[in-house]
């Protein structure tokens, strides 16, 4: 979403200044426009506009809206309400922008399992498959006990779907040290303050991705491009000219993000399945979210070869 209400952008073949606007999803904002008009030699021209946001929380529910959705509406908090299964441990996204953790690696292994299988009988079915995720969430939390489907859409907020992507260990090399520009670099022996250690150059979260099934150090401490350290795979050093299926979603498999190689990529297989919705038939099928049934730990910061945390 734009800083501004509006953004002024000049069409290129007429020369005129045309006023944009985007408010925030799911209606939490809408935008007006205010349009200025003057009669001029029999026809109205438009002489100004403005953007201007509106908060959706600000004014009341309009009764007669209200009342045609009141049954769907149930439906769904019905729905999202519903136990799909237990968990052995509170798992939450409060320190995944910079540790690896088990919940956004539940991620992961959901995709990975669904790609592995979707690639059953095929001749990519032998490659190792990895798989791409974001800390899309800082609040995001699954209570021990029982799990609903509203904790895990908590997890993973956007209606993305997956995708299969084939690239070699030298294209997942760049891929990683381009995730890892995420990081503001910080030098051995300074202050590590998390509050100020990523988004650097203004990247969201949702454009730092962790990739599973290999283990890497992220050194802080050198400049962008050259950070990923120790890459390993089965154990062994990256080959680069390894291929291997990479579990991707389809707004990154589409270019967001600016990611290398993913978008050019050949893609082997996908679907119209959301992956929040893979996520909770995963949980419902197991009964019990244990992250010893998910969780590794892939890689680390550090600096100079020392863990940062």
């Not at 729905?79 to 992961?108: F, H, M, W």
């Not at 799990?147 to 294209?171: E, F, H, P």
């Not at 919705?277 to 600096?303: N, Y």
Request: proline share 5%.
């Amino acid at each position: 979403m734009w800083r501004s209400p509006e953004l002024k952008v000049v069409n290129e073949e007429t020369g005129r200044t045309v006023v944009l606007s985007e408010p925030l999803c799911y209606a939490e904002r809408l935008t007006l426009f205010d349009f200025e008009l003057v009669f001029e030699r029999g026809r109205w021209q438009v002489e100004s506009v403005r953007a201007s946001l509106r908060n959706s929380n600000t004014v009341p529910d309009d009764p007669r809206i209200t009342g045609l959705l009141a049954d769907e509406h149930a439906k769904v908090v019905a729905y999202v309400n519903q136990v799909v299964g237990t968990a052995t441990e509170t798992l939450t996204t409060a320190e995944a922008r910079y540790k690896d953790a088990p919940v956004v690696d539940l991620i992961t292994k959901v995709q990975e399992d669904v790609v592995r299988e979707a690639l059953k009988g095929t001749e990519y079915a032998a490659l190792p498959v990895l798989a791409q995720a974001s800390p899309f969430s800082r609040t995001s939390e699954i209570p021990a006990g029982d799990v609903t489907i509203r904790d895990l859409s908590s997890l993973y907020v956007y209606d993305n779907t997956l995708v299969a992507k084939l690239l070699t260990g030298a294209q997942l090399r760049a891929y990683l040290e381009y995730s890892a520009e995420y990081f503001v670099r910080t030098a051995p022996g300074e202050p590590v303050d998390v509050a100020k250690l990523t988004n650097a150059n203004g990247r969201p979260d949702y454009n730092y991705d962790y990739v599973s099934g290999l283990t890497y150090d992220i050194d802080i401490a050198q400049p962008a491009g050259s950070r990923i350290r120790n890459l390993s795979y089965g154990g062994a050093p990256l080959d680069d000219a390894q291929r291997f299926v990479l579990a991707v979603n389809n707004y990154r498999a589409n270019g967001g993000g600016a990611f290398p190689h993913v978008a050019s990529a050949k893609e082997l297989w996908s679907e119209s399945t959301e992956i929040r919705t893979r996520i909770a038939e995963w949980v419902t099928a197991r009964g019990v979210l244990d992250p010893k049934d998910f969780a590794s730990v892939s890689w680390r910061l550090t600096r100079e070869g020392t863990p940062v945390f």
